[in-house]
């Protein structure tokens, strides 16, 4: 089960690859500012994965029209995900959970996917600006997409 709604998220620091190099990516630089929308994701170069993070980023002004930040999780390095990206053309902040500990605090850990080894799951959580959770769910497959219409519902109900 994924941490609960009234929680409080467990920030983090990860590595994120983009023009300039590597940088931080911290859950606290918005604490404040700007509500989170966090998503976890199982792998880079894969269908659903592609389609989840193509649409975000299609509609990323909508998410800052939310006052909202998109951050997206996995397992893979920030090299592949940054090639990803190229690729894909996919704009959203994409960080890189190498060693699962974010994973495992969010308690979103897919254990074997397709018999490669543990992932994280799909996942999306609603953070705002204090810090607090505010929507939180795990799929019930990773084929399965997060429920968007509530996201939205919720991001847009937090000032």
Do not use: H
């Given at each position: 089960?994924?941490?609960?709604?009234?929680?409080?998220?467990?920030?983090?620091?990860?590595?994120?690859?983009?023009?300039?190099?590597?940088?931080?990516?911290?859950?606290?630089?918005?604490?404040?500012?700007?509500?989170?929308?966090?998503?976890?994701?199982?792998?880079?170069?894969?269908?659903?994965?592609?389609?989840?993070?193509?649409?975000?980023?299609?509609?990323?002004?909508?998410?800052?029209?939310?006052?909202?930040?998109?951050?997206?999780?996995?397992?893979?390095?920030?090299?592949?995900?940054?090639?990803?990206?190229?690729?894909?053309?996919?704009?959203?902040?994409?960080?890189?959970?190498?060693?699962?500990?974010?994973?495992?605090?969010?308690?979103?850990?897919?254990?074997?996917?397709?018999?490669?080894?543990?992932?994280?799951?799909?996942?999306?959580?609603?953070?705002?600006?204090?810090?607090?959770?505010?929507y939180s769910e795990q799929t019930a497959?990773?084929?399965?997409?997060?429920?968007?219409?509530?996201?939205?519902e919720t991001l847009a109900g937090l000032?």
């Amino acid at each position: 089960m994924p941490i609960a709604v009234g929680s409080k998220a467990p920030d983090f620091s990860l590595k994120s690859k983009n023009a300039s190099g590597l940088v931080d990516v911290k859950l606290s630089n918005n604490f404040g500012k700007k509500n989170t929308l966090l998503l976890f994701f199982p792998a880079a170069f894969t269908g659903v994965c592609t389609q989840e993070l193509c649409d975000i980023s299609g509609g990323l002004n909508a998410y800052a029209g939310l006052n909202a930040d998109v951050v997206a999780v996995s397992i893979d390095t920030p090299f592949a995900q940054e090639a990803w990206a190229q690729k894909e053309k996919i704009s959203i902040t994409l960080a890189s959970d190498l060693n699962k500990e974010v994973t495992r605090q969010y308690q979103v850990l897919f254990p074997m996917l397709a018999g490669i080894g543990d992932t994280s799951a799909r996942a999306a959580f609603v953070i705002d600006k204090q810090g607090v959770v505010r929507y939180s769910e795990q799929t019930a497959t990773p084929k399965d997409l997060p429920n968007f219409q509530k996201i939205n519902e919720t991001l847009a109900g937090l000032k």
